[in-house]
């Protein structure tokens, strides 16, 4: 095993200001404000830029203006009117690593200039209560809204909100918390005014790798790349990821890597070594990359992830993520395998936990649905890290759904000591692994 909890340390040691990043314009234009007595537009736009100003306080590669920068280089979010009482927001991209950042620019609708992010004021206006029940209230449902949609451009989906929950003392998965919550993960109209919400663990992971200072060291490419070359256990390319990876806005161990599936019925597996009670989070980032360098296909694939234990049994299947309440009315993240008749995880480990796949049918990748084409690896129904029951070597394979399908993909993977070996870390008096996130609640 490697030194890793020294390591570990070290690397939060290390940590250095962030690199330059991007301009994100809220444009209020279009806005047409309610009338709360002695506030203006400036007061509304103010308020909204804070709350989104502050949702966003942790990651400083991100700035936001009111005031169009010009240029092709940044993202902008439109405040504009809705058709219908209660349409808040729409994203019409999941794009991660905003890597479509001018596309975000063009209305999808007629591509002219305009914006892919809309929040839609009027829509929290004809809702009535309680968003115009005081300008605070409302300000603080159209901020979060703003910050939810951004969100989706920088590539975060809506089951990122299940997982460990950040704010102190709430008792397991609090979806309401959470930025990227909806109302099918749970989060209700009072939720949207009454909380400053936060990022959840699994968003935090994500915008954290994100900054360009992380980015940088943590994105690698396929070093086995040519057809097949990693195709079996045996030939298991190394992930890499160890204490050198540690994020330290999270001080959890975060790697990409940057990878083809380049020939019918190819498989790329991977291995990495753990201890008992180690836990792991890994994403397949595919519908949405756009990544042709004249080498790789510019392709995307429908993917298929497995995690293996180290006696070689499958201990974990995903084919399409997504999410949905179990019969029980518990949310979960969903599963839909189009080849193997519904199993799960839970079925695969013989556990007696609740069902839980999502609803097929749906003919591409659609972004708000409990369908996409990406898989993703984590516990169930809780939406928690996944918790390696033994030490040794564990491999992860990525496929196609399709054996004929070829193209690009992201593994994005997050890995964390158990946590005795955290505790024994802070009793030695190492340090403390993890900036805590900040705790806004009005």
Do not use: C
């Not at 005081?134 to 809204?145: C, D, E, K, L, M």
């Not at 491999?395 to 004929?404: H, P, R």
């Amino acid at each position: 095993m490697r030194p890793r909890a020294i390591l570990m340390v070290l690397a939060v040691l290390a940590w250095g200001p962030a690199a330059s990043g991007e301009t994100v314009w809220l444009d209020f234009s279009g806005a047409t404000w309610p009338t709360f007595t002695g506030k203006v537009a400036g007061d509304f736009e103010d308020a909204i830029l804070g709350v989104v100003q502050s949702d966003y306080a942790d990651y400083p590669y991100l700035s936001f203006t009111k005031s169009g920068p010009g240029g092709a280089d940044y993202t902008q979010i439109e405040f504009a009117e809705s058709a219908g009482a209660g349409v808040l927001g729409d994203a019409h991209l999941v794009d991660w690593d905003n890597k479509l950042q001018y596309q975000n620019n063009v209305n999808y609708t007629n591509n002219d200039r305009g914006a892919a992010l809309d929040v839609y004021v009027s829509g929290f206006t004809e809702y009535g209560w309680p968003f115009t029940d005081s300008f605070s209230r409302f300000t603080t449902a159209v901020g979060g809204t703003t910050s939810h949609e951004l969100g989706h451009a920088l590539g975060l989906r809506h089951f990122d909100t299940f997982g460990p929950s950040p704010v102190p003392g709430s008792p397991g998965p609090m979806a309401n918390h959470h930025i990227m919550a909806t109302g099918p993960t749970g989060l209700g109209l009072t939720d949207r005014t009454d909380y400053d919400r936060v990022f959840s663990e699994h968003s935090a992971d994500k915008l954290a790798y994100l900054d360009p200072a992380n980015k940088a060291t943590r994105k690698r490419a396929e070093m086995l790349f040519p057809p097949y070359a990693h195709n079996t256990m045996a030939t298991a390319e190394d992930l890499t990821i160890g204490p050198g990876d540690v994020v330290p806005q999270t001080g959890r161990m975060v790697m990409v890597k940057d990878a083809t599936i380049f020939g019918a019925g190819e498989s790329d597996f991977y291995y990495f070594d753990a201890n008992a009670g180690d836990q792991i989070y890994a994403n397949i980032f595919s519908a949405r990359l756009t990544m042709d360098d004249g080498i790789r296909p510019g392709a995307s694939i429908d993917s298929v992830l497995r995690l293996y234990d180290p006696s070689g049994a499958v201990v974990y299947f995903n084919d399409d993520t997504g999410y949905n309440p179990t019969d029980e009315g518990d949310p979960g993240i969903g599963d839909s395998l189009d080849l193997a008749g519904g199993l799960t995880k839970d079925e695969l480990l013989g556990t007696n936990e609740a069902t839980w796949f999502s609803a097929d049918g749906s003919a591409g990748d659609s972004p708000f649905t409990t369908y996409t084409t990406d898989s993703i690896l984590l516990d169930s129904p809780s939406g928690d890290f996944f918790t390696l029951g033994v030490a040794g070597r564990w491999y992860i394979e990525v496929t196609a759904a399709d054996v004929s399908d070829i193209g690009n993909y992201e593994l994005f993977v997050v890995m964390t000591p158990e946590p005795m070996t955290v505790s024994l870390m802070l009793a030695g008096g190492l340090g403390l692994l993890r900036r805590p996130q900040r705790f806004r609640r009005r």
